[in-house]
């Protein structure tokens, strides 16, 4: 069973940092790529960035990049989003997913996802 699991949301006051985690279960990493996702109320689901095994590749939205950093961990089966210089309009709801090919424009074909974990920003 297919499992990712995020951590590390929370509430930060605009500039700061954090680090979200996903960790994965169940799934073959190889060939296949993980991405994170926000979705704010009212608002359509963000890609936001991918990573393919490896960490050979990566690609970022262009609202996050320079800001936020993907990365992996194999050997924890975990991928992580360092965030930094966070914005009151960085405020959603993040998460994880996997998939064999992996893109920003949409979340259609992403075959599994976690359940979540809220950021806060306030000014």
């Known amino acids: ?53 490896g960490g050979d590749y990566t690609a970022y939205a262009d609202s ?6 993907i990365s992996q961990d194999s050997a924890k089966n975990t991928v992580y989003l360092q965030m930094d210089s966070l914005k009151p309009e960085d405020t959603a709801m993040y998460s994880c997913a996997a ?11 992403y075959e599994y996802w976690g359940q979540g974990t809220q950021v806060t920003v306030s000014s």
């Open 1 to 53: 069973q297919v499992q990712l699991v995020e951590s590390g949301g929370g509430s930060v006051q605009a500039g700061g940092s954090l680090r979200l985690s996903c960790l994965v279960s169940g799934y073959t990493w190889n060939g296949n790529c993980m991405a994170w996702f926000r979705q704010a109320p009212g608002k359509e689901r963000e890609g936001l960035a991918y990573i393919y095994p």
């Open 64 to 69: 996050v990049k320079g800001r936020f950093t």
């Open 99 to 109: 998939a064999q090919f992996c893109t920003l424009q949409t979340d259609q074909h």
